[in-house]
């Protein structure tokens, strides 16, 4: 009509009862056809062969949301982590990397649930088991056992680097604490006595067990740990400029310590960025080495010694575990399963020499 708007059509999806339709059959043949069931067996070859190329012509595409719910699995796995950060966390990239890689080789969807605190969002992991997912990856977890006995038992679960051993989650990990000890009985072996350790925050086991591998490295190189060369701070560049300045600061005039190892790469970075605005040469003045090996450790100048996580592998790994669970349901335990744990090893690079025969005083900062 003159002066009226013309309301326009929405195109839609063509459905199984079009396909059928357009074939001549109801719409359950043409689902048993289209979506492999087994009452297909009995339709003759004539029939199938109408039915897709109904489904050709009208460019029929299954839904997939429908299909999950009648089979069940939604062949998506979700992945939990702390991604909340201001500079570039290496690590989660090379794990999620790795569980990406893992899920597109099962032909699995990957779903990622961002958290900024597992303390603060620990009661939010219920409601990500809502029917969106088959299973989840927990990245770096920070629960307690009562967090964990809290999780739904109808979707199974995995971690990563897990902080606490949780009832029916298997954990993958590294030796860490074998890692730590290699890499600073290195230095010793090389002559390094004064080594600093930029430590992670107390109370989290991965940094625990790089402090662990680091005093017993000492012990066993028969050199007394100085408590005044252990400092600490969260695992980032920011945190690690912040408290290696304060120590600088506190000791200037002192004799500068020989070598530091650092708890992760990200904080290897922030020492090695400290060092060279005050004029320390890296590793002729001090050494330096990380750990996790991550793209970062190959872009520093000089490059980084470090202990390598295979963390890719291990995110793959994580992905194997858990798709195992889905497809096997194995009975919820109220013990936690045995981890899986990957060796580490010394990566040697140009951040890491002999000590200089006269070591350097801390500079004014």
Not at 68 to 85: D, E, Q
Not at 273 to 279: M, N, Q, R
Not at 325 to 346: D, L
């Amino acid at each position: 009509m003159p002066g009226s708007a013309r309301k326009r059509s929405t195109p839609r999806a063509p459905t199984l009862s079009d396909v059928g339709r357009a074939a001549g059959v109801s719409a359950m043949a043409a689902s048993a056809v289209l979506n492999g069931a087994r009452t297909s067996s009995r339709i003759s070859e004539e029939t199938r062969a109408k039915i897709l190329a109904a489904a050709d012509r009208l460019n029929y595409r299954p839904n997939a949301a429908a299909r999950a719910l009648a089979n069940r699995r939604m062949h998506t796995i979700g992945v939990v982590g702390n991604f909340v950060s201001t500079e570039i966390n290496q690590y989660f990239l090379e794990v999620f990397n790795g569980i990406v890689q893992g899920a597109a080789t099962h032909s699995q969807n990957t779903t990622v649930f961002p958290i900024s605190s597992w303390q603060e969002d620990a009661a939010r992991l219920p409601s990500f088991c809502d029917g969106r997912i088959d299973g989840l990856v927990l990245l770096a977890p920070v629960l307690s056992r009562q967090a964990g006995e809290a999780l739904p038992r109808h979707v199974p679960f995995v971690s990563l680097h897990g902080n606490t051993p949780l009832p029916n989650v298997t954990n993958v990990e590294s030796d860490e604490e074998t890692g730590a000890y290699e890499l600073v009985r290195h230095l010793t072996t090389l002559g390094h006595r004064r080594i600093l350790h930029y430590a992670g925050p107390p109370g989290v086991l991965g940094a625990e067990r790089r402090l662990r591998g680091y005093r017993r490295a000492l012990r066993d190189a028969g050199l007394k740990v100085d408590e005044n060369l252990i400092i600490s701070g969260d695992f980032t560049q920011e945190s690690a400029r912040s408290v290696l300045r304060h120590w600088l600061r506190r000791h200037r005039h002192e004799p500068m310590p020989q070598a530091i190892f650092c708890v992760n790469d990200g904080a290897a970075m922030g020492c090695l960025e400290v060092l060279s605005e005050v004029g320390i040469r890296v590793p002729t003045d001090v050494s330096v080495a990380g750990f996790d090996d991550t793209l970062a450790a190959r872009t520093t100048v000089p490059q980084l010694t470090t202990v390598r996580q295979p963390l890719r592998a291990m995110g793959e790994r994580a992905v194997e575990i858990l798709l195992d669970h889905i497809n096997n349901r194995h009975e919820p335990s109220e013990m936690p399963p045995p981890p899986v744990v990957f060796p580490t090893e010394i990566i040697h690079r140009a951040s890491v020499s002999k000590p200089p025969a006269s070591p350097r005083t801390v500079p004014e900062v």
